[in-house]
């Protein structure tokens, strides 16, 4: 599976095959049947994990027990709770998966060492989490500014790799949207297109 993390690094980031070893070296496989979780709240987030294959889901509990899906995580995509890595502190999220998969991982102490080693990893970084934020800013401006249906046909045209592979009720969660909303305006959508 590293192949997979190797051919997705070498298409954003110039690293010499000396640096990609560094990097292999230090990372751990680890596979995952579906609904396992590798996160649960309450923990303290302390890796960097990349998906080679899979699909995972961030969420947490609401006051009334319901989940909220906050992110989602497919092949060749980075999931975690910056929150909790970047403070050390106990995670409010579970982050899980919704098919097998397999992750790569490295420890947080591996990961800042690799940085400081590889430039063009660290400016790689940088950018992974500038990116990070400009998504979940523009997320927020449709959480609060966009209708159902825009917010359904602005998932599916940013997440077309996500939206078949995700149970309804958790896609309807991330779009704060009730299920029955979802399924209307599903059908809706299919009977116009």
């Not at 649960?40 to 009334?64: K, M, N, P, Q």
């Not at 999931?79 to 982050?95: A, F, G, T, V």
């Not at 919704?98 to 790569?104: D, E, N, P, R, Y």
């Not at 917010?151 to 996500?162: A, G, I, N, R």
Request: net charge neutral; proline share 2%; with cysteine.
């Amino acid at each position: 599976m590293f192949k997979v993390f190797e051919a997705y690094l070498r298409q954003k980031v110039t690293i010499s095959d000396e640096e990609l070893e560094l990097i292999r070296a230090v990372s751990v496989e680890r596979k995952l049947r579906k609904w396992q979780s590798i996160l649960h709240e309450g923990e303290v987030w302390r890796i960097t994990c990349f998906i080679a294959s899979g699909c995972f889901r961030l969420y947490r509990f609401g006051e009334d027990g319901t989940d909220h899906t906050l992110r989602f995580g497919v092949e060749n995509w980075w999931i975690s709770d910056q929150e909790s890595y970047n403070h050390e502190k106990p995670s409010e999220y579970n982050i899980e998966a919704l098919a097998a998969s397999t992750v790569l991982i490295w420890t947080k102490d591996k990961w800042e060492e690799l940085m400081k080693t590889i430039p063009a990893l660290k400016l790689f970084n940088e950018q992974l989490l500038a990116r990070g934020y400009e998504t979940s800013q523009r997320r927020i401006f449709s959480l609060i500014s966009y209708s159902a249906e825009e917010k359904y046909l602005d998932f599916q045209k940013t997440y077309p790799s996500v939206f078949n592979k995700v149970p309804l009720h958790m896609v309807a969660s991330y779009l704060g949207i009730s299920r029955e909303t979802l399924s209307r305006i599903r059908k809706d959508f299919t009977k116009h297109h």
